[in-house]
């Protein structure tokens, strides 16, 4: 686990996306910008990355067949 120093700020984790009550609240998370990084994404674009530590429990939530290219952002956190 990176020192505490790393995170700057906390968050909280909605199970499943969207959710009113937070599953995990507090999570030390640190938020970096990547403009350049998400627009060079094609389809999917992002502004920002979250950093979190390695034991926190947060779920990807992709659903789709092999190869697909839609994603439901409902499914995860």
Do not use: K
């Not at 505490?4 to 910008?33: I, K, M, Q």
């Not at 994404?41 to 990807?60: E, Q, S």
């Amino acid at each position: 686990m990176p020192p505490t120093a790393f995170f700057h700020s906390t968050c909280d984790v909605y199970r499943p996306f969207g959710d009113t009550t937070p599953t995990e609240t507090d999570v030390p998370c640190r938020l970096n910008p990547d403009f350049a990084g998400g627009q060079q994404a094609g389809a999917i674009a992002w502004t920002h990355t979250l950093d979190l530590a390695a034991d926190a429990d947060v779920r990807d939530g992709r659903t789709g067949g092999e190869g697909g290219a839609t994603i439901s952002y409902a499914d995860g956190d």
